[in-house]
């Protein structure tokens, strides 16, 4: 299976911060990679598919970067509403798997 | 407006079943896929399958690939998740969620989630 490992865990950062989120991959997996936002007792939300593509109404601050094993998640302007946890997820060959969140107070 | 409403909340018995329904409007249901994702409680996001409403095609996370089924129902615009011999660890909120219909690729709408709690 493809492990997906993302970093940091967790990050404490303030409005106006630039933050950024990394996801690894255990090989190579092209850009089929994607983002996810999940608040608190909600369902997830997809940010970022295939890597850089971004979904609709989701705002201009989120970049996604990367093919290949590494990708990155790019806040460029911190927002109150961006707290929660973010996940990557592969989508090259099942399992699909997630990495493990990371954690973002504001 | 494109919505995923699910039911089939509940506690279960250790190697009992759990069937959780997910009720797709807003959107041409045969148009799309379905993927199915859990949470175990204060854990992160699990794949477990994905079935086309379009053909019926499916493809299971070997882990659940003895207990698990997952089908539609093209005239109720339902998808639905089958687990089997279930475990206290197959306690999660179950998600579905919009995927596409020939792979799975990504999701783009999700329901709000089932918790079934396993618990003799």
């Known amino acids: 299976d493809i492990q997906l490992t993302q970093s940091p865990s967790s990050l404490s950062a303030s409005i106006g911060d630039r933050v950024t989120i990394t996801c690894r991959a255990s090989?190579?997996?092209?850009?089929?990679l994607n983002w996810y936002q999940q608040k608190p007792g909600k369902a997830p939300k997809l940010l970022i598919y295939v890597a850089s593509s971004l979904q609709d109404g989701v705002p201009s601050r989120f970049r996604g970067r990367g093919s290949g094993t590494d990708f990155t998640l790019t806040i460029s302007s911190l927002q109150p509403e961006d707290l929660g946890t973010y996940y990557c997820q592969h989508n090259y060959d099942t399992p699909y798997t997630f990495g493990r969140g990371t954690s973002l107070e504001i | 407006q494109i919505q995923l409403v699910q039911s089939g909340a509940g506690v279960k018995k250790p190697g009992a079943s759990l069937k959780v329904s997910c009720q797709a409007s807003g959107f041409t249901f045969t148009d799309w896929g379905i993927s199915w994702v859990r949470q175990a409680p204060g854990q992160g996001l699990e794949w477990m399958g994905w079935i086309s409403a379009y053909n019926g095609y499916t493809k299971y996370a070997q882990k659940f690939q003895d207990r698990i089924t997952m089908t539609t129902d093209a005239s109720t615009n339902t998808a639905y998740l089958e687990l089997t011999s279930l475990r206290s660890d197959d306690t999660a909120v179950y998600f579905c969620?919009?995927?596409?219909?020939?792979?799975?690729?990504?999701?783009?709408?999700w329901g709000q989630g089932v918790l079934v709690a396993v618990s003799s």
């Open positions: 969620a919009r995927d596409q219909k020939y792979s799975s690729n990504w999701y783009d709408y």
């Open positions: 090989q190579s997996i092209s850009t089929f």
